[in-house]
């Protein structure tokens, strides 16, 4: 299976890439961030408990989110692999995705770090806010999901950097010109 953990800061492009990354190697793309909109958007009890979180710019406990992670991967048997996108987001979330990939006998094959500067993170989400209704997508919220960024995400590349996972993306310029990096590494990989 070919693994691939989407990585990089709110508004770095890790939604758009999954999206052309899946559809042209034919993997499961697995968002977080989709799943938690989805439960918001059919008003579920975990869904309000999630906005509540989501709309601060906090991070939904790692414990709830794991256990959430564990039963997506359950139902998805027989797939081709997989893209992580918007998870891990703290070091118990990386530890506990090894965990759960070796249960199949499987590993994280790469992590693809896409790496924007902040201004261009802000712009971004704000110019999406224009038109994502999202909770999270105003100026209140940009500076605290930044700090949380680079509170407890950040660190991940260390983790995967020490491990030999971890390939920086340049993600500033146009999306095709990113998604040709980023098909040139995997092509890499799977050849
Ligand atoms: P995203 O769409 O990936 O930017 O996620 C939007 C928001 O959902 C984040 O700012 C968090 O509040 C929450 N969220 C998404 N994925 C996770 C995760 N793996 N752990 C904790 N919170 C998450």
Redesign the pocket.
Known sequence: MLNIVIFGA?GSG??TQSVKLSEKYGLEHV????M??AEIEANTEFGQK?DS??SK????P?EV?IEKLDDLMRKKNGVKGFIF??????LA?GKALDEMLEKYDEKVSVVLSLEVEEEELVNRILKRGEISGRS?DNRETVES?LNVYRNQTEPLKSFYNERFKLVRIPGQGSIDDIFDSISTVIDRIIA
């Open positions: 709110p890790k939604g968002s977080t961030g989709d938690l909109r999630a979180y989501i710019g906090h991070l939904i790692d989110m996108d918007g998870f891990p987001r703290t979330q999270d999901r």
